[in-house]
């Protein structure tokens, strides 16, 4: 935990709060802190700050918060995923979060199992548990958005078009032969398929809506490892 994150209801008065879940756990058993100690904070969608343990023990822990800075940068990115293995849906939202991604859109694919949809890992509460733990790794309190398109056309077909006209859009793909851009600064879509790639009627479709076809070369990657893969390039 780089980054205690706060929320509002953990405040018992302006610039006092109050924890006693596994974050107050992990102060107390990996930071080893003690009253007087200073933490990294910053309040969920807030700002960034510091914070003193006043009254540290088993129960509860209190801190003393002065939030004065902001958090860093977004990167100028939708991410559309195929909906990978739910064992992987916890791992990708945790890299993004950190990366620095606040739009995310996890996309159904044909060679996406139809069960991959029922998993627990994609209720609200679990996506955002995951989400907040990438934003305390990489110091970050901004919650990235998260959507769900369970029909592949008409989102290709309705919603995609205007995402494509405003930022520059890609498809990441096996079989596409322009090499991965670097140090992109305008707004940016970025669409990567299941591990084993889009249909040709999928990357029609995406194509059709203004997405560019681009590789990481020959090796076929875990989506896992793509994202955070590109990312790196992109930005």
């Known amino acids: 935990m780089n980054l205690l994150i706060l929320v509002k209801s953990d405040f018992i008065n302006e610039n006092l709060a109050r924890i006693s879940d596994r974050r107050g ?15 990294q904070v910053g309040l969920l969608n807030g700002k960034i700050g ?5 009254q540290l023990n088993t129960s509860f822990i209190e801190l003393h918060v002065t939030l004065n ?39 159904n694919s044909y060679r996406v199992e139809k069960s991959y949809w029922q998993t627990p890992a ?29 029909r592949f056309k008409p989102f290709a077909e309705d919603h995609l078009p205007a995402l494509c006209e405003q930022s520059l859009a890609l ?18 879509t970025l669409v990567i398929g299941p591990e084993g790639g889009f249909i040709p009627y999928e990357i ?32």
């Open 171 to 188: 498809v990441a793909h096996p079989t596409s032969t322009s090499t991965c851009p670097r140090d992109i600064t305008q707004q940016t």
């Open 69 to 107: 800075k902001n958090p860093p940068d977004p990167l100028p990115l939708t991410l559309i995923v195929a909906l990978p293995r739910p064992k992987m849906i916890k791992r990708i939202l945790q890299t993004c979060a950190t990366m620095g991604v606040k739009e995310i859109v996890f996309l």
């Open 25 to 39: 756990e992990h102060i107390l058993t990996v930071h080893k802190a003690k009253e007087g100690d200073q933490l």
């Open 204 to 235: 029609e479709k995406l194509e059709a809506a203004g997405c560019e076809g681009i590789t990481l070369g020959s090796r076929i990657l875990r989506v896992e490892t793509a994202i955070p893969t590109l990312l790196g390039k992109l930005f």
């Open 50 to 54: 510091t914070a003193t343990i006043t």
């Open 122 to 150: 994609l209720y609200k509460d679990n996506i955002q548990e995951q989400l907040i733990l990438g934003l305390e790794q990489g110091k970050d309190t901004i919650l990235p958005n998260v959507q769900l398109e369970k």
